[in-house]
């Protein structure tokens, strides 16, 4: 698993757990659950370049709707209304996608 080392299996399971309804995702709740909100913060940029899939620098749309999928493969895709709430949230200038900086404020939230 990609989060070896940063998040716990048991910690994963859980979160993904509280939101396997559609529209029951919330990016807080999630984070808080999995446990990234206590990581350091070398840890949330490790977790970052994971769901930075392309390697871009940001976490564009398309990479938002899949996000779950990079905890399990298993996991559902997000629904367009999470994603757009989700890309909302963590967009703090307004480029479209979320780059190291809003997603690690995002996190800590």
């Known amino acids: 698993m990609a989060f070896t080392g940063v998040l716990t299996d048991a910690a994963i399971t859980a979160a993904l757990d509280g939101c396997k ?21 070398a840890d949330v940029k490790k977790a ?15 990479e938002l709707k899949l996000f779950l999928q990079n905890f399990n493969k298993g996991a559902r895709a997000l629904t367009d209304t999470e994603t757009k709430a989700f890309l909302k949230a963590g967009d703090s200038d307004g480029d479209g996608k ?12």
């Open 98 to 109: 979320i780059g190291i900086d809003e997603f690690s404020a995002m996190v800590k939230a």
């Open 48 to 62: 970052f370049s994971i769901i930075d899939q392309d390697a871009s620098g940001f976490i564009e749309e398309d």
């Open 21 to 41: 309804a559609a529209d029951s995702f919330d990016h807080k709740k999630f984070f808080a659950a999995v446990g990234l909100t206590g990581k350091t913060d």
